[in-house]
């Protein structure tokens, strides 16, 4: 049984009660030490054997890098001499907001820092995804400065990986912020800038589906509040149809249409086409009654994103 510590960090839990309890899987890594944080890991791990054995009691990361070490010794030498610790972390920063930024990495560019952040994500992702293969994914990092540290420290808190070139149109691979940093909104950030990214590209999609359980959860929440949100800032009378919202919001229309389902908001009521139509006053009593204020998750103004020029083809005769 592996020593516990007050920094380990509890099950997921969803709006306050605890997430399904998972299955308990075969650990190979008991316990992980992320710089000065003890967290348990959910799922068993892909990290190589012959680097940290069959089972290990304790894995070691480097918090800035991801570097890791079944050994403390080692573990303390890098830490001093970690060249993130002192440059910060990898990638073109194309939004910063207070505390928190992101920056987009290529997999191609860091493939040993990219291949270590997924081996370290997979101890919290049920997911049987190929973590070798990062060339052909970017990824989003959620660098956070924790002003009530002294002296403030920045660290990665969480990600979110994109396939380069995706056939489904997904704007999202795998999404995590790791566990100690979870419930404090950022998987919301982490969503919202997907959104974002993907408008700007023309990419009309959403995350890889199959969702996980704390994926679904999560995406529910971002596809109700950015869709209410919309609702209520447009003129009283004008009508909406489904694909406005997504027009605007870049969600695809079936996700805005289980959403609007899930939300409660919609009336059977035959108006010209429609089926249905959204009764406005149930989504301000929806906004109030979870907790949703008019303010995005992400501030549109906050991102610094080149532009992308869109080359229109010639037809030919
Ligand atoms: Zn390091």
Redesign the pocket.
């Known amino acids: 049984m592996a020593p516990t510590s007050p920094l380990q960090t509890l099950p997921p839990t969803i709006n306050g009660t605890p997430a399904k309890p998972r299955p308990s899987p075969q650990l190979n890594v008991q316990d992980v030490v992320l710089g000065n944080l003890w967290i348990k890991p959910w799922y068993p791990s892909f990290y190589p054997e012959d680097l940290i054995g069959r089972k290990t009691e304790k894995l070691f990361v ?1 918090e ?2 991801f ?1 890791y070490s079944k050994d403390l010794l080692p573990f303390i030498a ?2 001093d001499v ?1 060249a ?2 002192k440059d910060g972390p990898p990638g073109t920063s194309i939004y910063e907001d207070g505390p928190v930024r992101i920056h987009e990495v290529d997999g191609e560019d860091y493939k040993l820092y990219t291949q270590n952040l997924s081996l370290l994500a997979k101890l919290f992702l049920d997911t049987k995804s190929v973590f070798y293969d990062v060339t052909t994914f970017l990824y989003y990092l959620l660098v956070y400065t924790d002003p009530t540290s002294s002296p403030p420290t920045t660290q990665v808190v969480g990600f979110f990986s994109k396939e380069k070139l995706s056939w489904d149109n997904n704007n999202l691979a795998c999404i995590l912020v790791f566990p100690p940093w979870q419930r404090k909104g950022f998987g919301q950030v982490l969503m919202g800038a997907s959104y974002v990214l993907s408008k700007r590209e023309g990419r009309l999609g959403g995350p890889e589906k199959p969702l996980s359980e704390p994926g679904r959860k999560g995406y529910e929440r971002f596809w109700s509040a950015t869709i209410a949100r919309y609702l209520v800032s447009r003129p009283c009378k004008k009508p909406v149809t489904v694909k406005d919202i997504s027009d605007e919001t870049y969600i695809v229309p079936e996700d805005v249409i289980a959403t609007l389902k899930d939300m409660g908001v919609l009336e059977r009521k035959k108006r010209g086409s429609a089926e249905a139509v959204v009764n406005k006053v149930l989504v301000k009593r929806w906004m109030e009654a979870n907790g949703v204020s008019l303010k995005p998750p992400v501030d549109l103004d906050a991102f610094s994103l080149d532009e992308i020029e869109v080359e229109e083809e010639e037809e030919e005769d």
């Open positions: 480097c800035y890098c570097k890098h830490r970690c993130l610790n």
